[in-house]
């Protein structure tokens, strides 16, 4: 296996033992992000000199015999969306085309600290709104399963990046299911924490009482030493909260057996593909031989959360996004008569279709005299949601659905019609509507048209309780090795 | 729920953003389907439920007041940053005719 293959716990190993240097780790993903990047374009940036200086200085620590950290000299990949000092951050859009972060994400900080490499920063679909990775200013991201589709989205550079082995691990982040699909779709491992677990400061904001940063990975233990490295509150960030401080990966290898793991009924839709259901169903029979007590659930809300989501975010994301004018930062349209035509006039240069799709949305919902119908009815129907979830999970500890009715479709094939789009979120967004964590794991492959394709699943559990979902996801991929097979372009 | 043309011209207006001509008869079928099909909450009954804007029912998070100093990197990134610039100021165009 080469060094861009490793997982982070493989690469830790070797960089204690001195089987190799961080450098050396560090210049074999940047060489494999060369030699396949032109076909994937997960990246929209690659930081070769900083990586490399950064892996330099582990090396130093290690020379003189320092213990180093799980993340020291890792090379991982960031999500465009995320600032890191100095470098340039466009959200995938061309508002900020030439935007340089004056400051580091408190995650960036946080991985800084204990020496974390960073590549470069990945494509995304315009602010992280989409399902596809198409609706970025910079051209689509391939699937590296199969170039002529989808990486899903909207964190779909990080979920190729993973599946590439064009980094060992990576951040993304999920406001309706833009790490867990991105995660099915490429064949590895994703996880979306609480609400609230991992601070936002320095994550460019599109829909914040959903938005939420978390790990890609190869292995579900990589998962949980990556959230680790990340969780927990942060002062810059007041909808952060005091979560749980123990570390989930100490008690990662804990069986399952006599784990309460509901399926909700709701999942069987007619839109889901049956190959994914077969998938999903056999992984449950896998998850009963480790000992674990599948049982029948309802969440009768569930079916509303798609609506749910479509009101509440598009309406967010119209205030969150009030701010890119053209003024202070981004791009400026240039020849304008006055004040207003300098805002719509830079908006309309900056800001995508998808983009001002969503804005017109928001705008509409949060209007006078629609706002009870669609913004308040939406908030009554989200608290409706959220009770469900927590009925259940009176009963079960953990719940499984797939991650998205279809397998990854082809290029263009949807982004004419937006709705359809729109129902790839339909298995994830109830987790961030609840607010709730969600892990992707690989749990099968289909053959569709001479392509050999990923199919996911997720594991979703109680507020804070990472720890529950982590430990079956982990026990799942000590019994299957789906997550072990590698794309032709790793 | 079908959006008119106009619907269109007065959220754009709203939202601060010029739309083409094409953009808004588009915006306006594609919107319409999707307000039709985030109108199905309509038959949940939501009578009498209260609810959070935050999930875990955070509220009131405080902060001490303090005035924070912006180091001089800082200051410099974000002037640099500026679109339109004479100086230490930003330059923008005349809100009063």
């Known amino acids: ?490 | 729920m079908a959006l008119t043309k106009q619907d269109i011209e007065h959220i754009a207006r709203l939202a601060r953003l010029e739309l083409s001509e094409e953009e808004k008869e588009r915006f306006s079928s594609q919107l319409s389907s999707i307000l039709d099909y985030v109108g199905q909450l309509s038959e949940v009954d939501t009578k009498g439920v209260e609810y959070h804007y935050h999930v875990e029912g955070l509220f009131n998070v405080m902060a001490p007041d303090e005035i924070g100093a912006t180091g001089q990197t800082a200051r410099d990134a974000l002037l640099a940053a500026m679109p339109d610039r004479t100086g230490d100021l930003l330059k923008v165009k005349s809100v009063f005719q």
């Open chain 1, 1 to 490: 296996m080469s060094l861009h293959q490793l997982t982070i716990t493989e690469a830790h190993e070797g960089l204690r033992k001195k089987d190799f240097s961080a450098r050396e780790l560090t210049d074999a993903c940047l060489e494999h992000i060369n030699a396949v990047d032109g076909d994937v374009h997960a990246y929209l940036s690659v930081h070769d000199e900083s990586a490399r200086a950064h892996a330099q200085s582990v090396d130093e620590k290690i020379a003189r015999g320092e213990e180093i950290g799980i993340m020291a000299g890792i090379p991982c990949a960031i999500k465009d969306v995320l600032l890191i000092e100095g470098t340039r951050t466009t959200a995938g859009s061309k508002m900020l085309e030439h935007y340089q972060a004056s400051y580091d994400a408190t995650v960036i900080s946080k991985l800084k600290k204990q020496g974390t490499v960073f590549l470069g920063k990945t494509n995304l679909d315009e602010f992280a709104m989409g399902t596809s990775t198409e609706n970025s200013a910079y051209g689509p991201t391939h699937n590296p399963w199969d170039l002529s589709r989808v990486p899903g989205g909207s964190s779909g550079g990080s979920a190729a990046a993973v599946a590439a082995s064009e980094c060992i691990a990576a951040l993304g982040s999920d406001t309706g299911g833009s790490i867990r699909q991105p995660a099915g779709f490429c064949g590895v491992t994703g996880l979306k924490p609480t609400y609230g677990a991992v601070s936002r400061y320095g994550l460019i904001a599109m829909a914040s009482s959903l938005d939420q940063i978390g790990p890609f990975a190869k292995t579900v233990e990589d998962a949980a030493l990556f959230f680790d490295a990340i969780k927990g509150p942060d002062p810059h960030d007041s909808s952060s909260a005091a979560a749980r401080t123990e570390q989930t990966h100490q008690s990662l290898k804990n069986p399952i057996a006599g784990m309460k793991i509901g399926i909700p009924k709701e999942c069987f839709i007619d839109a889901l593909d049956p190959v994914i259901e077969k998938s999903v169903r056999d992984a449950l029979e896998v998850l009963k031989s480790l000992g674990a007590d599948v049982v029948d659930i309802e969440l009768p809300t569930t079916p509303y959360a798609l609506s749910v989501y479509y009101i509440i975010q598009p309406a967010e994301v119209s205030a969150n996004l009030a701010r890119f004018d053209g003024m202070r930062y981004g791009t400026r349209a240039a020849w304008t008569k006055d004040l207003a035509e300098m805002y719509s006039k830079s908006r309309q240069e900056g800001l995508g279709a998808e983009t001002r799709r969503r804005i017109i949305l928001g705008t509409y919902t949060l209007a006078a005299g629609y706002y009870d119908a669609y913004y308040k009815k939406a908030q009554a129907v989200r608290e409706l949601v959220r009770r469900d979830f927590a009925n259940a999970f009176r009963t079960v500890d953990c719940i499984v659905t797939p991650t998205s009715p279809s397998l990854a479709f082809h290029i263009g094939e949807k982004s004419s019609d937006p709705l359809q789009l729109y129902l790839e979120d339909v298995f994830t967004v109830s987790a961030n509507i609840a607010g709730v964590p969600g892990l992707a794991v690989p749990c099968g492959f289909a053959e569709k048209d001479g392509a050999h394709l990923p199919i996911g699943m997720q594991f979703l559990g109680r507020h804070f309780d990472e720890e529950t979902i982590l430990r079956a996801g982990y026990a799942y991929q000590q019994a299957t090795d789906w997550h072990t097979q590698k794309s032709p372009l790793s």
